[in-house]
């Protein structure tokens, strides 16, 4: 790979990203931005190519964590700097690996030194490297939520603390944060997408004369780096100056009333929680007008603040997808425009056409609100009769739609989920080693001390009483003359803690025939929509697996996208055989092979099924035998049971005491219905107790 960077002005399009990683070059309070897009769009490339522009800095020679010689860090780690060098460096472009712990970022502890030495010994980690530079989160929806957290708290404080085993450190670590990430890999939480001061969508262009240029640049630049970026120095130099003017005219910058009254306005229409948005706003306005050479606020750059800050702050649960009304944008900005001083002026009076209280609407009416000649007359059919001559029209059959349209023989078209609930927990038993969540329960880095043992790498946790009882009983033969502990390696001993993990839940969905009464599908779709939002919330890996007809299908493949997984259930058609066997078989190859993958993380295997299989010679035998080879292995299951009438056969029950698993019904996956089951066990108690 070469070391020189690709040009930044020699990407071609994506003009939102690319002036939402200028404004915040330009304004580093702004608070970041996050890139959201497909695969392959260049977001990475932007990203690095950005850290080549900014100015260089000047910092103070020998320090670690990059403090500037005008304003020195009074809490540094390297200080006091009474007397120092001064020197000037580049501007430091950070990338974050995905697998990153928590310890290479805020920097660690050599407690072995600390306890044994009494030397508070501290390693910088990456936020203090990024301090006035660029920290880059490639697939920042990947990393642990701890880490996010961690990462978006620096950010958002402009400092980094680390708080171990009685040892306090701090220093500044203020830095451009830019996060990527593909949607279809996962969401991150609305929490902490808030936290991210602008978000960009992008998506590879369409056009196949701007997919050839972008074929061509990269091409040339491949084929002799070096060149390729000499033919755009002239440009990047005067985005450079331009970035350096920008930065110096800033606080020159005037946010007049009107313009802060309108940002606040559109806040409030567009519903968003708390008052970050309109604070991001403010600066996002503030740094676009320094970036177009004005030292005033105006509209445009208030209708573009928004654009730039609100779109990931619209979302209300896991399955809304990020976006903004235009016209009701462009409606809050035209009715707070004017100046607060100046009161609109009053209705004129009169009985005229459309002014008086019996006037039509804006168009003109007669008192009816009807056609221009007052009638108030039925409105105009529209030509050609259709159903769209009038919404109320008692010719427009609309059951009978489907008789002209007709679904496909054995197939049903997709019927819609009912609203989503707060489901029952289910877990994988035992303790695991899975990634951090919120639903099994595993050894982890967070939550509560169960036990000590020997280091395994890095001694980051310490168990201090595990450790003095390892080293108590050997003091005399070490020979201990003072009240210092002779500590060795091998007397150190770190905390096992156990918290929640997240688990990989494969959902096995049944759209045969047998379940296409259109009430009960949507009931069903309704069930899984709630799991799927509760395995968003718990952190989960999902995928998903129908089947119907001649065979199962593996609808969505093992991933962290619950949203993905939303979408595909909405427009599952129904109908045909039940072939459960087959769709128990391909759950079983799936999770083979994602053991592979990712040995750690168990799976929990749902099935939603009525339990009936059709479609081939002893068809429910097959699926009991196939069932049986998640009992083998040990998989945790759950049945959800969707058998319903007066009549029923149990095979749904039946089935989950092969699986061992446990099955449970439509009504009993409520949360609240669980709840108010357990109230009604113990009044039922209570009485009889009385009695």
């Known amino acids: 790979m070469s070391d020189v960077r690709y040009p930044f002005t020699a990407i071609v399009g994506m003009a939102d990203l690319r002036l939402g990683l200028l404004l915040n070059a330009v304004s580093p309070a702004v608070g970041g931005v996050l890139v959201r897009g497909e695969k392959g769009t260049a977001k990475s490339t932007m990203v690095r190519a950005l850290a080549g522009l900014l100015p260089s800095i000047t910092v103070v020679d020998d320090c670690r964590f990059a403090c500037e010689p005008g304003s ?152 002799d780096p070096a060149g390729f970026a000499a033919r755009f120095a002239a440009q990047e130099r005067e985005l450079a100056e331009h970035i350096t003017t920008a930065r110096e005219l800033l606080p020159s910058v005037e946010l007049t009333d009107v313009a802060l009254r309108q940002i606040t306005a559109v806040c409030a229409a567009f519903e968003v929680d708390g008052l970050r948005a309109d604070i991001v706003m403010a600066r996002t306005a503030v740094a676009l007008a ?89 409105p105009e059919p529209v030509e050609g009769g259709g159903p769209e001559a009038s919404d109320s029209s008692p010719e427009v059959d609309v059951p009978a739609m489907p008789a002209q349209h007709p679904a496909p023989a054995r197939e049903s078209a997709p019927v819609a989920a009912n609203d989503p609930y707060r489901t029952r927990l289910f877990t994988v038993k035992g303790t695991g080693h899975g990634a ?112 119907r007809g001649a065979g199962a299908e593996l609808a969505l493949p093992p991933t962290s996208s619950v949203e993905v997984g939303a979408a595909r259930l909405e427009s599952l058609p129904t109908g045909g055989r039940t072939p459960l066997a087959a769709g128990l078989l391909r759950a079983h190859d799936v999770l083979r092979v994602e053991r592979l993958r990712d040995p750690n993380r168990r799976p929990l295997l749902v099935l939603v099924t009525d339990g009936r299989a059709t479609g081939g010679r002893d068809a429910l035998a097959q699926s009991r035998r196939a069932a049986s080879l998640f009992a083998a292995q040990g998989t945790a299951s759950v049945v959800l049971d969707c058998e319903s009438g007066p009549v029923r056969l149990g095979l749904a029950r039946t089935l989950a005491g092969v699986l061992g698993g446990t099955a449970v019904s439509l009504d009993e996956l409520r949360a609240e219905g669980v709840a108010s089951l357990v109230r009604e066990n113990r009044s039922v108690s209570t009485v009889r107790k009385a009695a």
């Open 72 to 223: 020195v860090d009074p809490q540094c780690p390297d200080g006091p700097h009474d007397s120092f060098d001064v020197r000037e460096r580049p501007s430091q472009l950070v990338e974050l690996p995905v697998g990153v712990a928590e310890d290479r970022i805020v920097g660690s502890l050599d407690l072995e030194r600390a306890l044994a030495e009494g030397v508070k010994a501290y390693e910088p980690g990456l936020l203090a490297k990024a301090h006035r530079g660029v920290l880059y989160i490639d697939e920042v929806n990947l990393l642990q939520d701890h880490v996010v957290d961690l990462l978006l708290d620096a950010a958002a404080m402009g400092r980094s603390y680390v708080e171990r085993e009685g040892v306090s450190v701090r220093h500044a670590a203020r830095f451009l944060l830019v996060g990527t990430m593909n949607p279809e890999e996962g969401e991150l939480r609305p929490q902490l997408l808030d936290r991210f001061g602008l978000t960009v969508e992008i998506a590879a262009t369409r056009e196949p004369s701007e997919r050839a240029e972008v074929v061509r640049r990269r091409l040339a630049y491949d084929a």
């Open 290 to 378: 320094a970036w177009a050479g004005r030292t005033e606020v105006l509209e445009e750059d208030v209708r573009k603040a928004a654009q730039l800050a609100l779109p990931h702050r619209r979302r209300r649960n896991p399955f809304d997808a990020p976006g903004l009304d235009e016209e009701q944008l462009d409606r809050t900005l035209e009715e707070h425009a004017a100046d607060g001083d100046d009161e609109p002026d009053p209705e004129p009076e009169g009985d005229g056409p459309g002014e008086g209280p019996d006037g039509g609407g804006p168009e003109g009416g007669g008192p009816d609100g009807g056609g221009p000649d007052g009638g108030g007359g039925a």
């Open 436 to 547: 951090q969540g919120r639903r099994s329960p595993a050894e982890t880095t967070g939550g509560h001390t169960i036990r000590a043992r020997r280091p395994q790498g890095t001694l980051s946790r310490l168990h201090l009483t595990a450790t003095l009882q390892a080293a108590a009983p050997h003091q005399v033969a070490r020979g201990r003359d003072g009240r210092a502990l002779v500590l060795h390696k091998d007397d150190f001993r770190e905390q096992v803690r156990q918290g929640r993990e997240s688990n990989l839940v494969l959902f096995v969905v049944d759209a045969s025939g047998s379940m296409a009464a259109r009430q009960r599908m949507s009931a069903v779709k309704g069930a899984v929509l709630s799991l799927l939002m509760d395995a968003y919330q718990r952190r989960d890996k999902i995928g998903m697996i129908t089947f």
